[in-house]
């Protein structure tokens, strides 16, 4: 099953808000360039995507959570608890993320879709910068291993709504990822889902109450 | 040629000093200075419009906004770049800024308290940087040339980036006209400043005039800014918050109120609105990430090791 | 008479079972692990509230939510003081909660995800609590039948409140109206999952029943609270999520769908949307506050040497 | 110089949004109960004198930024960050606060001002409740002491816009506290202000965009 536009569509934007929380705060100045840069093509096919289906300030704008039709994973804060900003989190949410995104891309542009033909080249950039820092943090230093085990688990249960109708090719993209990391593959079990149906996380609601603030209290303008 | 007099030569003759030329210690020292605080304010800088990305009222300003704080992070590795070709390494800048031994441009040291903060910052803070780097671009040292002809070309399209939104708000709604005014208001006299102390207060100035890293003094910079942007404003609708800004014909240029060099002080020493805030900011980034960059090291490190391995096999 | 026969004569007489009375140890026990359950829901229902407070949309309510938030702390203190009069500490129970051995009420692993559902828990989720405990009233331990009174005046009048609450979104907008719809239709089976698996399936009940501290079975229960819903239902003018509804003459009751057993244990056994969350937020909240509990244990310890210093210089 | 009723209300309007975020997430039991209690006491306060202003709700939530004239102090986070939640920081940022609002209330109550008679006896226990943890805290192990320090140094610049005109009753009821505590008294400075003009800190906008959000989705219903 091909998931509709606006699945894709508001996963890339959910993600591009989440990831743009980075800015200024990350660990090196060259990985503030590359988040920052992962947002924009993020934001960038969130916009084509939203553009092919309405008016993107609208549908950005003016929805509230449960017309939002993303996957839960891309709405959850980057670590347990709302407000945390956890790197190796960063990198196993954008690792399960870019390689279903970038499948869904493939597939859609082979089908000759033109949003998708671009974005799948990013994804594949964004695949490759997680997979490279799921090795690195996997395969650091023991604090590093430990974290970055915990996250790949924690955020686990949720790619299973992420990968609908595609898991087991998603799998042959992670698996070896994750080998390499040298960590423990997570065991499937708890498999948390309702993004698609409108039903999210309690952390959907403040991530769009803020990113939708400013435009809501001057209704109808141009910036 | 050799020595110094070899550098003096360079510089008399208009041409680059570079990395392996000899260079006097206090040049080389001066530039380390100006490049590192040049960069660090880049990095400070990305906080205050950082803080808008979230809440950028459309999509296509969050995408502008964004692509123009990843440049700032872009600029900030020319400039490291630049200043390591004189003998620092970027850990040893790092170490600088966090404990405070070196500066970064006390603009940013302001609150960003609305949207059209964006637009005004776009407008007159890079407007005002554009002006100082401008003739950086002409500088002796060659590294920091050509990072500037760089920095400069990126700049002035977010300057006009900025001053096109401003625009926007100026022929707004009613708030969004009000919020532009109240943005232009709270930016103009720190942009002044931005320039540096008066000349007759400025110290290093012609040390760096005869070496050529400086071409203009403070004065005649901030005149041709407020020069530049009376019209600008004219075009936006927006009122310049100087009763006294007026055109001299005799001078032909634009007279006007000096911004308050004390408060400008107060704010290099410290204690403006937002110093502790964008400090503590940069030394949580900077500590919340040491486990990435230890584990990003010792990846490298049993990388290296295994690849030394490997060879040592095959050689057996 | 002594020990159990004692006990069970109280029991028998519907007198209460104090702290100092013999009592079976499986009493003990099973009472334990029911208050601490109990005690347990109140703080982790804490969440699910708070998570509306900072959001609420009038002062009047933000305030109505902060003191129901702030009551169900206080039903916590007071459970857990119950819980140690049968020889446990809160530290005990607090542990027990943490490392997930004992549970608390699976309700709370549902996400608050509008406003309305704080209408929705005050009339559906308090309203069951109350159909459940107002029988615990009477139970035959002294100090939790005590605590349960306390409990349960407050309980109702949180009930009515989120009834009311509910009733103005029910009359209010379009948009109101279909807030306060979806959640009832997504609180209603939780809520009637409260009531526990069917008596078909339910242990303890038996000699709970004998014991008189569970007065009906979960199926009583839960058919008492769905006639007392569909009529309140009629009033707010909102649909409960049930086609097969229906008043049955026959049995003076309205027939209805049984919630998911299935879907309860799994929620149970902790794959319910929240549980994750909801443990995790408890367990910082409890590791974050370590450092305070200890400074407030070492400043007691000090305070208590100082005075038995000065006692004995009093003495000397 | 008297505060503005509006001036006194915003402060007690924020501090209560700010003291809400503690909500289950207390040290212990009892003092989740405190908090709230805290909160509703100024949310209570605010509420009476919002009213003697205008419409209450109108006030709290159709108001910019801009248009509040809190002090800085009661804006600012629990902690260094925007999102941190100390509770040393807490206690400390309480004792400056209710010192301050004791000594206004007061000073209104003698004045024969209804809704200062009664906000003088909450401040009052909110002043004890602080203080006692301030000691504790202080005078508790090498780490709280090392804390609490920081909260006392880092929070005291903003209490010179806070206490202007009655500083040194301010300093008379809150220097002994600190004695007690075994801290060190910080040195006066930096003195940042803004507020009571509608210049805040970076931090109000997102507090405001958070508390409002809901209320401005829906114009004009009642709740």
Known sequence: MTPQPIELADDALVAAQRLSEWVSRAPTLEEDVALANIALDQLGVARLLLQSIGDEDELAYRRGDADFRNCLLVELPFGRSRGDLDFGWT?????????????????????????????????????????????????????????????????????HELTEGIRERWLAVVEPVLKEATLTRPQDGWKPDGGRKGLHTEHLSYLLAEMQALHRAHPGVTW | LEGTASFEAIVAADQKIEPRDVMPEAYRKGLIRQIAQHAHSEIIGMQPEGNWITRAPSLRRKAILLAKVQDEAGH?????????????????????????????????????????????????VDGAAIVNQVPLCRCSYGPYA???????KEESFHQRQGYQSLYVLANGSPAQRAMAQD???RWWYPSLAMFGPPDTESTHSAQSMEWKIKRFSNDDLRQRFVDMCVPQAEILGLTLPDPDLRWNEERGHYDFTQPDFEELMRVVKGDGPCNRQRMTHRRRAHSDGAWVREAAQAYAEKARAAKGASREEVMA
Chains 1, 4 share one sequence.
């Not at chain 1, 998708?116 to 230093?141: C, F, I, M, N, P």
Request: charged content about 20%; glycine content about 8%; proline content about 2%.
């Open chain 2, 183 to 185: 943005a232009v208001d």
């Open chain 2, 76 to 124: 900030g590795l020319y400039l490291y770049a630049a200043a390591e070709t004189l003998g620092v390494t970027r850990d040893e800048l790092t170490e600088a800024l966090l404990n405070g031994r070196q500066k970064y441009s006390s603009i940013f040291n302001y609150p960003t308290l609305t949207w059209a903060d964006m637009g005004a910052i776009g407008w007159l």
């Open chain 2, 146 to 152: 050509r990072a500037m002809i760089r920095v400069c």
């Open chain 1, 91 to 159: 990198m196993a949410w954008l690792l399960y993320l870019a390689a279903a995104q970038h499948l869904r891309y493939a597939d859609l542009a082979e089908a000759g879709d033109g949003i998708a033909a671009k974005a799948v080249k990013e994804s594949a950039y964004h695949l490759d910068h997680a997979s490279q820092w799921t090795v690195r943090l996997g395969d650091g230093t023991a604090e590093s291993r430990q974290r970055m085990q915990e996250a790949v688990d924690e955020i686990w249960p949720y790619t």
